[in-house]
């Protein structure tokens, strides 16, 4: 964000789920440049992938430079139809910055496919890789557009890739980016397509079984495979969700997460034994 020429009048939307690094931000630099962020709401309890776009839609004004979003809430775990937001973007010559550190190793993702102008992902999030490292694109086009952040030796002004022209940093933390390559490699032989299938396979079964043997369950998360993707977020009537994650780790060992929910994220490794025995630790911490 800091690469890109934004003056006072120029808007940009966001999602107000995005994390902060997309959201807090946005508005921190606004305070400084004065361009305007407009955070965009979607339903809480959305009926179809095309109710999620209106609100983007709607915000877009003659002043709209950017639309920035996470592709997965990691609040609500509601995924955004990316392809077509993107689309809705590039159709009125606005930039997309697509947020993809919860579905970089958890969805089949083809950044050319979805059309944004940049993608970024956290390596240590769904591809189980190391910490304190990350992935960047840059569409071709797009790359005249950005200013490099930070410069280092060996820095060259007539650089063209990404690599030469954002990622000369100097010293930084060889060894943990050293076990990336075989994370990668790893990651590959499973296949980005069975990852992703066996995910929503994983997720799915879990929804179904919370249903079933805890009806009083509230979901945040869309129960559409089409609006959801890696994360479940529930709730439970009368019981805060940072006490029911507590109570979890604490009495069954199992480690959740509390947003604005008691979050989920089965991912590869897990078995259907696991889910059962979420379900049931579930049932017994939400009486």
């Not at 840059?138 to 002004?157: E, F, L, R, T, Y």
């Not at 929503?200 to 043997?213: D, F, M, R």
């Not at 029911?244 to 034994?273: D, F, H, W």
Request: aromatic residues 8%; positive net charge.
């Amino acid at each position: 964000m800091n690469g890109l020429d934004l003056k006072a009048g120029d808007e940009i939307i966001v999602w107000d789920q995005n994390h902060p690094t997309n959201l807090a931000a946005w508005e921190n630099r606004a305070k400084r440049y004065g361009f305007i962020v407009k955070k965009v709401s979607v339903s809480e309890a959305p009926k179809s992938v095309d109710e999620l776009i209106v609100p983007f839609s709607k915000a877009i004004t003659a002043k709209t430079k950017l639309m920035g979003f996470s592709h997965i809430s990691n609040l609500s775990g509601i995924a955004l139809p990316a392809k077509l937001i993107c689309q809705l973007a590039k159709e009125k010559k606005i930039l997309t910055l697509l947020d993809g550190a919860q579905s970089f190793g958890m969805m089949d993702v083809n950044v050319k496919d979805i059309g944004c102008d940049f993608y970024s992902g956290s390596t240590h999030k769904w591809l189980m890789g190391p910490l304190e490292n990350g992935i960047l694109y840059i569409d071709k086009a797009s790359v005249s557009k950005v200013w490099p952040n930070i410069i280092s030796a060996g820095w060259k002004d007539n650089s063209l890739t990404v690599d030469e022209k954002y990622c000369v940093l100097g010293q930084r933390n060889d060894s943990t980016l050293s076990g990336l390559p075989e994370i990668i490699s790893f990651h590959s032989a499973i296949g980005k397509k069975n990852i992703e299938e066996r995910i929503v396979q994983l997720n799915t079964y879990l929804k179904e079984q919370i249903q079933k043997k805890i009806p009083q369950a509230i979901f945040v998360s869309p129960l559409l495979p089409a609006m959801s993707a890696g994360i479940i977020v529930i709730n439970f009537p009368g019981k805060k969700s940072a006490d029911v994650y507590q109570k979890m780790y604490e009495s069954n060992g199992i480690a959740c997460a509390s947003t604005i929910g008691v979050r989920l994220s089965p991912t590869i490794y897990n078995t259907i034994s696991d889910l059962d025995k979420v379900v049931d630790a579930l049932a017994s911490c939400a009486i």
